[in-house]
């Protein structure tokens, strides 16, 4: 485990994965075919009733671009994040769960403080959890 500094606030929109995990992939490739090749992100976290919430979600290129859209939006906040970085990800999906659960040390991922799938490339995955977290 590392931890990065993430120096800015990102925000991010996209649609939540209502089908999770089944349609991860599905609404990836919807967002790719409209915006081509940019960064995605993927951030989950927990409901009330344990329900994991995903969202597959891309930075805004420029201010009010997923107003633009219609898009709901999300902040990756700065500051650091507790990082695992995964090579050949796509071989790796199944395990992903695993590495969060690592990075997660005991705390329920919330939305304002979620789990960050950053896809860096076809080849890199970089998972990150907020490290300021109170216990």
């Not at 902040?75 to 997660?104: A, C, P, Q």
């Not at 005991?106 to 490290?131: F, Q, T």
């Amino acid at each position: 485990m590392k931890v990065c500094n993430q120096p800015k606030d990102i925000i991010v929109f996209g649609v939540q994965v209502k089908n999770f995990p089944n349609q991860i992939k599905e609404t990836f490739d919807n967002l790719m075919k409209t915006f081509g090749n940019r960064t995605y992100y993927g951030i989950s976290w927990f409901d009330e009733k344990d329900i994991i919430i995903y969202y597959a979600m891309v930075p805004e290129a420029f201010e009010g671009e997923a107003k633009k859209y219609d898009y709901e939006t999300l902040l990756i906040g700065k500051g650091e994040y507790h990082t695992e970085t995964i090579r050949n990800w796509l071989s790796k999906v199944d395990s992903i769960k695993d590495v969060f659960h690592e990075l997660m040390s005991g705390n329920r991922p919330d939305k304002n403080h979620p789990c960050i799938e950053w896809y860096v490339s076809s080849d890199e995955m970089l998972c990150m959890i907020k490290a300021s977290r109170k216990k």
